[in-house]
């Protein structure tokens, strides 16, 4: 099956038809807008937890309903199948518009979506792995908890204005929890996701917490220092998701304006910055977004330059841009609403991190974010806690903990200097990725406080 | 009630077939919920509905769990899921057991949700006080239906109301048990507060003397003593026996867990793996007597009662947590508990935090105000109570005479959102660290 790529000719189930049908005319009431999507999957989970295992199959079968006209909606959300009896409720606040259809580029339906659900009995064996893995690596170290979820779901979409579409999904997850030997309650945890469970590497992944449980237990705290940093795709990854406000939505491209006056030269030549719904081999693939707009790859940083923010079918009315197909719907239940799928900072083919870590005479390897990041808009300041190595003449001397990097968001974007190619995407409300970025002039601080 | 016409017997005997050995656990759990929201003024669309129904079989077997869960219920789907949960292709088809819960063709309404954000503001403006505020207000309602093969409880049903408010500089969301004045009165006044706090400077950091209120006191006790007691906490640190009996905090201070005695609407008999609930006293003169245990924890550690299991939906499977926390209520007036003192008087807290591995536990605080001798005084901007569990309920001094129902909220540990409630009392703490 091809994903559907003309968003008129997808054929969907009757019951989906009949009730566009039907709240199209309810009571007599004209809804001239209306739109039905249902959705099953599902879904197999397998945790880990002291003295305890459980597997999880579900099956989910749910649909939603919008409906309303120029001045009032309603939405509705039910499980099983969807009926055109309803019952539904009486609309009231806002109009409803909907999106009209669109020619679709095409898109075929990855091989990997066809792959059956991890089993229990591998979803245990990747757990345990992990365990011994991680035992071995870091001697005392132990997983506390782990699960790991696989899925696949299918969905189904129409509305009034012809728009009909039906494509699927395929998403796994992984969370990780360990500790570090001793009675020091140190811990660490990975949330990761991929397109099958099968990706997931139990030895990186082991190896990957140990080395974060061994900075976390030795890593000191620096005093406050200025140097190169080598910024690895995880905290990367969260750096761009907070700066989410300035990459997603109407304000974003006021915020941008605020912070850089106007001028459109927001970043170093190395950093290109895209989202992109059908990203090939991405977690969220798919040849349309919640509301049937078909996804693409939309620039917002074009080598420094900024281009635009990532904007729904109905967020660029009135604007000089066009859709990016972003309107996510987090579930059967939800509304859909705007946000980056595969939002990501572009790498560069041919430059590996040993390369860019050879570059730094003094600084520090930044490899993980150990809290939340604070950024201030209106103050044009950032901070976030982190954790990685310290670098003396292209090598690792010592870990470093309980420093904050901190500085001006407009100083950190033009501080990127060079990208690698080892890009990596986080779950953090889509997918976020990064390469490891080499960043002169980023200024550490020991947690507690400046200096 | 909609599960009225399940045929229980059928059910427990199909239930029966896959308990096929002496310390099987075994249940089918039929859930209907519904969620009927208003979205705050001028966003769209207009009553947002979300209706819900299906079933989950869980078998526990020693130390392993199976669930299978669907969404919908009918014979078809309990017979493929109690399969699924057997792990075994029996040689005949398990019987299909008479499933017929009550349609569900009534319209969704909630119209005592149109007047809540117009009142909230008319008692705003009775204080002289406007600003821009959304509101969104929504009523939960859920239906349970919890059989085992050799139990049946009776249908369980919580119906209550949430609402989230924001402004330009805070956002507080709460539970109510209903709307009446008493729940405009609970959201205006904390949005009163705030705004007079809204410019207020933080405190710098110290260690001294810290009044909480009934609603700053719910928060930390949910963190500090309900998820600290939690049998699947207290594994990850070894066996949750050894919990019993330690002294966390000081004799005249009693803890207990008591879903029996909640808000009406929200009043429970028994919990989501259908066990009896009891008055559970977590602490009792400041010694842990009885931490939150499900069936399975229970199993495996004699010395634990089941009854605190609970579950966001069918789809995840029972994790011990607190329903209803209760503080008994102890002998001072607040003018005691204030005291001469000077230190902070914490009306609210934003939420807490516990790692369980560490016992490290922080609380934000949106605002407070500085007690100077015993007299609540200025406000003071956004701070953290910081320390370790044992410390900070070992720091507890005083208890207050006033139980109120307070710091109902949402909890979120492990992915399931459940909500919580509480009737506490204010709390003099002595010798914690407040930090900006």
Redesign the interface.
């Known amino acids: 099956m091809s994903g559907g790529n003309a968003p008129e000719k997808a054929v969907v189930d009757p019951e989906v038809q009949e009730t566009l049908i039907a709240v199209g005319d309810l009571d007599g009431q004209r809804f001239d807008q209306a739109e039905v999507f249902t959705k099953k999957g599902k879904s197999r989970r397998v945790t880990l937890a002291p003295g305890h295992r459980t597997s999880v199959y579900s099956e989910e079968r749910g649909w939603a309903v919008r409906a309303g006209n120029r001045r009032a909606s309603f939405f509705a959300s039910g499980t099983g199948q969807v009926t055109p009896a309803g019952p539904w409720p009486e609309p009231d606040g806002l109009g409803l518009r909907l999106p009209k259809p669109h020619a679709a580029p095409r898109w075929v339906l990855p091989s990997d979506f066809e792959s059956p659900l991890i089993g229990e009995r591998e979803g245990v064996a990747l757990l345990d792995g992990i365990a011994r893995a991680l035992a071995e690596e870091l001697t005392g170290s132990r997983l506390i908890q782990a699960a790991v979820e696989d899925g696949a779901s299918e969905a189904q979409l129409m509305n009034c204005h012809g728009l009909k579409c039906r494509f699927r999904h395929r998403l796994a997850s992984l969370h990780l929890e360990a500790v570090a030997p001793g009675a020091a309650g140190i811990r660490a945890s990975l949330y990761l996701a991929e397109r099958d469970a099968r990706k997931f590497n139990p030895l990186a992944l082991a190896r990957r917490l140990a080395d974060r449980l061994s900075i976390l237990s030795q890593g000191r705290a620096r005093p406050r220092d200025r140097g190169d940093c080598l910024l690895a795709p995880p905290l990367m990854a969260r750096l761009l998701a907070g700066l989410t406000p300035l990459w997603v939505g109407t304000e974003a491209k006021l915020k941008v304006d605020r912070l850089w006056g106007g001028d459109r030269r927001i970043a170093g030549e190395g950093w290109t910055l895209l989202d992109n719904g059908r990203l090939p081999g991405g977690a969220l693939e798919a040849p349309f977004d919640g509301e049937g707009v078909a996804t693409r790859e939309t620039v917002l940083v074009d080598s420094g330059e900024y281009r635009r923010p990532l904007l729904t079918w109905w967020q660029t009315r009135d604007s000089e841009y066009r859709e990016s197909g972003c309107s996510r719907r987090a579930s059967w239940r939800d509304l859909p609403s705007p946000g980056p799928t595969h939002l990501y900072l572009r790498p560069k083919a041919g430059i590996s991190v040993a390369d860019l870590l050879g570059d730094i005479a003094r600084g520090y390897y930044l490899l993980e974010a150990t809290g939340a990041g604070r950024f201030d808009w209106q103050e044009n300041r950032f901070e976030i806690p982190v954790c990685g190595l310290e670098v003396r003449r292209g090598r690792a001397t010592g870990p470093v903990n309980h420093c904050v990097l901190r500085g001006k968001i407009t100083g950190f974007l033009a501080s990127i200097q060079a990208v690698a190619r080892d890009l990596a995407f986080l779950p953090l409300g889509g997918m976020i990725g990064s390469p490891t970025v080499l960043a002169t002039g980023l200024e550490l601080f020991a947690e507690e406080g400046p200096g | 009630m909609p599960f009225s016409a399940l045929d229980h017997a059928a059910i427990a005997r199909a239930l029966s077939q896959i308990a096929d050995r002496s310390h099987d656990l075994v249940d089918a759990f039929f859930e209907r919920s519904e969620e ?1 929201s ?2 705050a003024e ?13 079933l989950a079989i869980r078998l526990v077997r020693g ?10 219920i009918s014979p078809s789907l309990f017979a493929e899921a109690l399969r ?1 949960a057997a ?1 075994a292709m029996p040689i005949a088809a398990y019987p299909e057991p008479r499933l017929d819960p009550t349609p569900w ?5 909630a119209p005592e949700l149109v007047p809540f954000p117009t009142d909230v503001i008319r008692h705003l403006r009775q204080e002289r006080v406007a600003f821009p505020l959304r509101l969104h207000v929504a009523r939960h309602r859920r239906w349970l239906q919890i059989i085992g093969p050799r139990w049946v409880p009776e249908e369980q049903f919580e119906s209550f109301y949430s609402c989230t408010a924001e402004t330009p500089w805070c956002r507080l969301g709460m539970l109510l048990p209903s709307l009446g004045p008493s729940a405009v009165e609970a959201v205006a006044a904390p949005l009163l507060e705030s705004f007079r706090c809204r410019h207020a400077p933080a405190p710098e950091a110290s260690t001294g003397v810290v009044l909480l209120g009934p609603e700053a006191t719910a928060v930390l006790l949910h963190e500090a003593v309900a998820h600290a007691l939690e049998a ?1 906490t207290l ?2 640190g070894g066996s949750p026996n050894a919990a019993i009996g330690v002294r966390l905090a000081q004799d005249g201070f009693h803890v207990l867990d008591d879903p029996s005695s909640a808000p009406e609407g929200v009043r429970r008999t028994c919990d989501d793996e259908g066990v009896t609930v009891c008055r559970r006293w977590l602490l009792r003169d400041g010694v842990v007597e009885q931490p939150l245990a499900d069936s ?1 924890a229970a199993q ?1 550690t004699e010395a634990l009662l089941p009854g605190a299991a609970r579950r966001s939906h069918r ?3 029972p994790a011990p947590r607190s329903t209803h926390l209760e503080v008994v209520a102890g002998e001072y007036g607040l003018d005691d508990l204030a005291a001469d003192s000077d230190g902070l008087w914490i009306p609210r807290a934003d939420r807490g935090r516990l ?1 369980p ?4 536990f922080s609380l934000d605080i949106p605002h407070a105000r500085r007690l100077r001798s015993g007299q609540i005084a200025e406000p003071v901007g956004p701070c953290r109570l910081e320390g370790r569990v044992g410390d900070l309920l070992g720091a507890i001094q005083g208890v207050g005479r006033q139980a109120q129902t307070a710091g109902a909220g949402w909890c979120a540990k492990g992915g399931q959102k459940l909500p919580v409630w509480a009737t506490a009392t204010p709390l003099r703490l002595e010798g914690v660290t407040v930090k900006p």
């Open positions: 009927v208003l979205p001028g966003g769209p669309p207009g009553f947002t509905v979300r209706r819900e129904e299906g130390d392993r769990s199976w669930l299978a869960s669907r969404d919908g699924q792990r063709i009534d319209r969704p309404e699947d594994a990850l399975a495996v789809h995840l499977p790692d591995v560490s016992g490290q």
